[in-house]
């Protein structure tokens, strides 16, 4: 992945905030900021993560303010399905919105940083 943070880097930060309520508390608060609205078009099924990608979208940028390129924020998305489904790495849902980002999620990229 090349992006504006190693996979590494990454890969800690998701770790660290995945059940951090005061990162949680501040996601909401922020996609409520945004008028964020959650999961487009599919089944709200894991929602927090939908208004977490919401927010990266709108901003290219992590709920903080650090840059993100979109395939950091749908990497981003990925894990954090993984992270709330009791199939971890092998949920399908995370695959199947995760390819759902990555192929029609360019032009809501472009739209909502303008």
């Known amino acids: ?3 504006y943070l190693t996979k590494e880097a990454l890969d800690y930060w998701l770790k660290v905030t995945a059940w951090d309520k005061l990162y949680w508390s501040d996601v909401n608060g ?8 959650g999961c487009t078009g599919v089944v709200d099924y894991l929602a927090w993560t939908c208004m977490e990608h919401d927010i990266h979208y709108r901003t290219h940028g992590m709920v903080y303010g650090h840059p993100l390129t979109k395939e950091e924020a749908d990497y981003i998305f990925r894990v954090r399905i993984q992270q709330g489904s ?6 399908p849902i995370s ?18 940083n303008t």
Request: net charge positive; no cysteine.
């Open 86 to 91: 009791s199939f971890g790495r092998l949920s």
């Open 95 to 112: 695959w199947i919105r995760w390819l759902g980002v990555r192929v029609f999620g360019s032009k809501a990229w472009e739209h909502e």
């Open 30 to 37: 922020l996609a409520i900021q945004l008028k964020a609205d």
């Open 1 to 3: 992945m090349k992006g």
